[in-house]
């Protein structure tokens, strides 16, 4: 596609439910990366794939949170046993490469609210 | 620990006026700076990505500029818009650890017709 696409772009999740976020980045792009943003701040980082491989998953929070990307295209981001306080827009981006220089390029994101 | 900070957090200024836009960050040790830009309810776009061996670049209205020893960059938009209202976001790319992005919280600008 065009854009990295992200869906559900609004979920309501009831506490202690799981959900499950989906990524779809820009074709041929490699890196993946996932953040979180909460109400009036900036976003805040989550975890970062090199194709299939994560790399790095020092921002997720807690064991609650797990992310995939098995064929190193689509990704998904679930979070187990939601808590009112994981409420936030989960936002997903992608980069052509691997090489640090290039531009990053986001998603519209995922809007999760747990009741 | 990189620490990346706007100011202000908020500004409203009349239409056709320059504005200016700050970020800092803490260590210098960084690959490079990228500026956002975020709607309301919408994804962030990338404005302007400064390497750490340039000092600044530009885009049709917009120049960003980096002053990596004093851990500063700032960014100008000359005639300012309308359409130029958003909350714009600063982020940087540290060597150290290069697959995390961190972002500073942002300024929300509004352009008065």
């Known amino acids: 596609g065009a854009g990295v696409s992200q869906s559900p772009r609004y979920k309501v999740a009831k506490r202690g439910q799981d959900v499950a976020l989906r990524c779809d980045p820009i074709?041929?792009?490699?890196?993946l990366f996932w953040y979180q943003q909460a109400l009036g701040q900036g976003p805040e980082f989550l975890t970062y794939f090199q194709n299939e491989a994560q790399l790095d998953k020092s921002g997720l929070p807690s064991d609650r949170f797990f992310a995939e990307r098995p064929e190193g295209s689509v990704s998904t981001l679930k979070i187990q046993r939601t808590q009112q306080e994981d409420s936030a827009v989960y936002l997903c981006?992608?980069?052509?490469?691997?090489?640090?220089?290039?531009?990053?390029?986001f998603g519209e994101g995922s809007w999760l609210t747990v009741v | 620990k990189q620490e990346v900070t706007q100011i202000p957090a908020a500004l409203s200024v009349p239409e056709g006026e320059n504005l200016v836009l700050n970020c800092s960050f803490t260590?210098?040790?960084?690959?490079?700076l990228q500026w956002f830009r975020q709607d309301p309810g919408k994804g962030l776009t990338s404005l302007l990505l400064i390497q750490s061996s340039q000092r600044e670049q530009t885009s049709g209205r917009l120049n960003a500029s980096l002053d990596k020893s004093s851990g500063r960059s700032t960014l100008y938009i000359a005639a300012s818009q309308p359409g130029d209202s958003a909350t714009y976001l600063c982020?940087?790319?540290?060597?150290?650890?290069?697959?995390?992005?961190?972002f500073g919280s942002g300024t929300r600008l509004s352009i008065r017709p």
């Open positions: 981006a992608s980069s052509l490469a691997r090489h640090n220089g290039n531009t990053i390029y």
């Open positions: 260590d210098s040790a960084i690959y490079n």
């Open positions: 074709s041929g792009h490699v890196s």
């Open positions: 982020a940087v790319r540290r060597y150290s650890s290069a697959s995390k992005i961190i």
